[in-house]
Nanobody, 121 residues
Framework: QVQLVESGGGLVQAGGSLRLSCAAS????????MGWFRQAPGKEREFVGS????????YYSDAVKGRFTISRDNAKNRVYLQMNNLKPEDTAVYYC??????????????WGQGTPVTVSS
């Protein structure tokens, strides 16, 4: 059974930083891309970034490019989302997902339950 569990969310002031973590189990983690998505209240889920199974290949949405960084540790079956210079508009529930590299949510076949991030102004 594949499981993805996010952690690290919380409340932070604008300009601050948070590091989200996603622990994966139940599949050969290193063979799949990992993605981060987010869903703000009243809005649709949107792509944040993705990291290929081959370390070093990453892809980000324009909204977070230059502020967020995705990394992965295949030995620990974990993927991370380092979020810097956070803005109130980054407030959302953040989800990690496992599947195909890219921004299309339909390419990811397993999802975590999400971790909430609130950025106060």
């Amino acid at each position: 059974q594949v499981q993805l569990v996010e952690s690290g969310g919380g409340l932070v002031q604008a300009g601050g930083s948070l590091r989200l973590s996603c622990a994966a189990s139940g599949r050969t983690f290193s063979r799949y891309a990992m993605g981060w998505f987010r869903q703000a209240p009243g809005k649709e889920r949107e792509f944040v970034g993705s990291i290929h199974w081959s370390p070093g290949s990453t892809y980000y949405s324009d909204a977070v490019k230059g502020r967020f960084t995705i990394s992965r540790d295949n030995a620990k079956n974990r993927v991370y989302l380092q979020m810097n210079n956070l803005k109130p508009e980054d407030t959302a529930v953040y989800y990690c997902a496992s599947g195909e590299y890219g921004s299309d949510a339909s390419g990811y076949d397993y999802w975590g339950q999400g971790t909430p991030v609130t950025v106060s102004s």
